[in-house]
């Protein structure tokens, strides 16, 4: 937060310190018979577990209700280690104890089906129906099925996408496994903007660190519908440098985008009219914002949700706040710490907005490490702040690993990459 004097700060704490002790302040309630503000999060990702613990943080006085469809959430950051044969599925999955049981949210595992915003109203798979009186989502994505012929539900068991982390992440990873030595292993990567701009490449590198060990006469395709993309110097010089020859990247000028795939035959098409074969295709189909979303009419033409950018409250309905994937959230990235973030100014934003206090001005921030192979890590950061385009980086806060560095340097990252992980986790989850 910044622009905001200490003076502020303190009448700030201050105020939601004593609704917080009291519990819910407002007349409305009290006419309502209720003395708690009821606040429900749809999705117990990154930016819905982050932002119900910093709401109750805030305001212990709170109620804080999560709907979350399983009872365990399998991290995508780190699930690229999985698929490279480097980590377990269990490393990278968590539960809600600590939520329920230290920070007092009320974690309930069912579907959010339907939302009444007039109403406000929350129908449950199961049956029940909750108020609120602020609703905030952050449903991650819904994939774009039939969008790329023939590549729906049913053919993401044959070609995985392993772009939602679980089931999908060990299938992929055990095709990867029974493949031929020489066999071609083809990613068709998304265009922007789509959930972890750098994903596709850290996972192209993990696959072929996997490959160069364990079946080193096989390749990696990666066909792209883009003609750049994140961190692109870094990845491809790790990539020279660690499986020379053994990653192909295939951009958008020069084919990439995959049009129709065939699971019979194992192939896809380009818009040339041109097949790749492929013993393992992975294929990461377009996607938009979460299902619920879209339902509650919350999504503009784009697929993705307008907001407010210092509230992340809908621009299509009023007390309903959208956060992380799902939410157009200025020039910020679509990825799991940029999703926390997003969820800690959303919290201070219900929090003082129910307690009739000033929204503070906030600022926001993303880290993102990916590792090229376990011992090869590069980062990019970024601070941003709200302007009148919105938010927006900071120019010369943050910066992204230099070009040169020796095999110390990279290692390091490596292992702060593994400290970003069990940080973030530790954030949402303890
Ligand atoms: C391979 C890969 C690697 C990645 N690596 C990184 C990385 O290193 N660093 C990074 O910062 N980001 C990374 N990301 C991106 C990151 O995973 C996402 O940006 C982040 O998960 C977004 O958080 P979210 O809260 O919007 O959605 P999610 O984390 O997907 O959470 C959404 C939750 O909502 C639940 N849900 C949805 N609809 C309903 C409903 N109707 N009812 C009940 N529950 C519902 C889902 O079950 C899910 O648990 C990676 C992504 C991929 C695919």
């Given at each position: 937060?910044?622009?905001?004097?200490?003076?502020?700060?303190?009448?700030?704490?201050?105020?939601?310190?004593?609704?917080?002790?009291?519990?819910?302040?407002?007349?409305?309630?009290?006419?309502m018979?209720?003395?708690a503000a009821?606040?429900?999060?749809?999705?117990?990702?990154y930016?819905?577990?982050?932002?119900a613990?910093y709401?109750?943080k805030?305001?212990?006085?709170?109620?804080?209700?999560?709907?979350?469809?399983?009872?365990?959430y399998?991290?995508?950051?780190?699930?690229?280690?999985?698929?490279?044969?480097?980590?377990?599925?269990?490393?990278?999955?968590?539960?809600?104890?600590?939520?329920?049981?230290?920070?007092?949210?009320?974690?309930?595992?069912?579907?959010?089906?339907?939302?009444?915003?007039?109403?406000?109203?929350?129908?449950?798979?199961?049956?029940?129906?909750?108020?609120?009186?602020?609703?905030?989502?952050?449903?991650?994505i819904?994939?774009?099925?039939?969008?790329?012929?023939?590549?729906?539900?049913?053919?993401?068991?044959?070609?995985?996408?392993?772009?939602?982390?679980?089931?999908?992440?060990?299938?992929?990873r055990?095709?990867?496994?029974?493949?031929?030595?020489g066999?071609?292993?083809?990613?068709?990567?998304?265009?922007?903007?789509?959930?972890?701009?750098?994903?596709?490449?850290e996972?192209a590198?993990?696959?072929?660190?996997?490959?160069?060990k364990?079946?080193?006469?096989?390749?990696?395709?990666?066909?792209?519908r883009?003609?750049?993309?994140?961190?692109?110097?870094?990845?491809?010089?790790?990539?020279?440098?660690l499986?020379?020859?053994?990653?192909?990247?295939?951009?958008?000028?020069?084919?990439?985008?995959?049009?129709?795939?065939?699971?019979?035959?194992?192939?896809?098409?380009?818009?040339?009219?041109?097949?790749?074969?492929?013993?393992?295709?992975?294929?990461?189909?377009?996607?938009r914002?979460?299902?619920?979303?879209q339902?509650?009419?919350?999504?503009d033409?784009?697929?993705?949700?307008?907001?407010?950018?210092?509230?992340?409250?809908?621009?299509?309905?009023?007390?309903?706040?959208?956060?992380?994937?799902?939410a157009?959230?200025?020039?910020?990235p679509k990825?799991?710490?940029?999703?926390?973030?997003?969820?800690?100014?959303?919290?201070?934003?219900?929090?003082?907005?129910?307690?009739?206090?000033?929204?503070?001005?906030?600022?926001?921030?993303?880290?993102c490490?990916?590792?090229?192979?376990?011992e090869?890590?590069?980062?990019?950061?970024?601070?941003?702040?709200?302007?009148?385009k919105?938010?927006?980086?900071?120019?010369g806060?943050?910066?992204?690993?230099?070009?040169?560095?020796?095999?110390?340097?990279?290692?390091?990252?490596?292992?702060?990459?593994?400290?970003?992980?069990?940080?973030?986790?530790?954030?949402?989850?303890?």
């Amino acid at each position: 937060m910044n622009n905001y004097s200490r003076r502020d700060f303190m009448k700030w704490a201050g105020a939601a310190s004593v609704f917080s002790a009291m519990g819910w302040p407002l007349g409305a309630l009290a006419k309502m018979g209720r003395s708690a503000a009821k606040v429900v999060v749809i999705g117990g990702g990154y930016g819905g577990a982050t932002c119900a613990k910093y709401i109750r943080k805030m305001a212990p006085g709170i109620e804080v209700t999560l709907i979350e469809q399983n009872k365990r959430y399998t991290t995508c950051p780190f699930s690229n280690t999985v698929i490279g044969g480097l980590k377990k599925i269990e490393d990278i999955t968590h539960g809600y104890d600590n939520l329920r049981n230290r920070h007092g949210v009320n974690v309930i595992h069912d579907i959010a089906e339907e939302v009444n915003p007039a109403k406000k109203v929350v129908k449950l798979k199961g049956g029940a129906k909750l108020e609120y009186d602020k609703l905030i989502m952050s449903p991650g994505i819904e994939f774009m099925w039939g969008k790329i012929e023939g590549y729906d539900q049913a053919a993401s068991e044959v070609m995985p996408h392993a772009w939602k982390a679980g089931p999908q992440t060990t299938l992929l990873r055990a095709k990867i496994e029974a493949m031929r030595d020489g066999g071609t292993v083809i990613i068709a990567a998304p265009a922007n903007p789509f959930r972890c701009p750098p994903g596709p490449y850290e996972r192209a590198s993990l696959v072929a660190n996997y490959l160069k060990k364990h079946k080193p006469k096989s390749k990696v395709i990666v066909l792209d519908r883009k003609d750049k993309f994140s961190k692109q110097a870094l990845f491809v010089s790790g990539g020279e440098a660690l499986y020379p020859g053994m990653i192909e990247w295939v951009s958008k000028s020069a084919g990439g985008t995959v049009v129709r795939v065939d699971t019979k035959a194992m192939e896809v098409e380009n818009n040339n009219g041109f097949t790749y074969q492929g013993d393992v295709i992975n294929v990461i189909p377009p996607h938009r914002a979460g299902t619920i979303a879209q339902r509650t009419g919350l999504a503009d033409k784009s697929g993705w949700c307008p907001i407010n950018q210092t509230t992340f409250e809908s621009r299509k309905h009023k007390d309903i706040h959208i956060i992380g994937d799902s939410a157009i959230a200025g020039k910020m990235p679509k990825s799991g710490y940029a999703a926390a973030s997003e969820g800690k100014v959303c919290a201070a934003a219900v929090v003082a907005e129910l307690g009739g206090l000033n929204m503070p001005e906030p600022s926001y921030v993303n880290t993102c490490y990916s590792l090229v192979g376990p011992e090869y890590g590069i980062s990019v950061a970024a601070v941003y702040r709200l302007t009148k385009k919105g938010i927006t980086p900071v120019k010369g806060a943050g910066g992204g690993s230099p070009k040169v560095a020796d095999s110390t340097f990279r290692n390091m990252e490596a292992v702060y990459a593994q400290g970003w992980y069990d940080s973030t986790v530790a954030d949402m989850f303890r």
